[in-house]
């Protein structure tokens, strides 16, 4: 029987990188101070002296002013106005079609009633308005009608 050799990792070796520096295209060249500082000494509680500069504490850079109100706020309070204004605009439309559907509902109703009484009058009218027609004796012979 075949089997399959044990898995033995292969060693390699690691690679080395080393970081490679920026260079600036300008060299580096020591700056003065503008000013000497002055050199200061402490006596210390138990008699000793030590002398060196001041350091001068680092001074944060000035706040910008804050409007009164914040930005958002202002939309929040913006975005609310404008939805109430539509809010009404949608209340007076829907409002506007409500009465106009029950004034076309009413149109119609008054001419049924208008139209039906019409219709009404003609039918129960006197015979005094009609026309008369008198039916006397025909004779019908061979197809041909003689009164």
Not at 23 to 30: G, Q
Not at 55 to 83: D, H, M, T
Not at 116 to 136: D, E, H, K, M, P
Request: charged residues 10%.
């Amino acid at each position: 029987m075949n089997q399959p050799a044990p898995y033995r990792p292969t060693k390699t070796a690691d690679a080395v990188r080393y970081p490679t520096p920026i260079l600036d295209s300008a060299p580096m060249v020591p700056v003065q101070p503008s000013e000497i500082p002055a050199v200061q000494s402490v006596v210390l509680p138990d008699g000793r002296v030590v002398t060196g500069y001041a350091i001068e504490a680092a001074k944060p850079e000035p706040v910008a002013a804050k409007p009164v109100v914040s930005r958002a706020a202002v939309n929040i309070a913006l975005g609310g106005v404008g939805f109430a204004a539509v809010c009404g605009g949608l209340l007076m439309l829907t409002t506007f079609i409500a009465a106009l559907t029950a004034l076309i509902t009413q149109l119609i109703i008054l001419a049924a009633v208008i139209f039906g009484g019409f219709i009404a009058v003609q039918l129960f009218a006197g015979s005094g308005g009609g026309t008369v027609v008198n039916i006397r004796k025909a004779v019908i012979k061979r197809n041909h009608f003689h009164a």
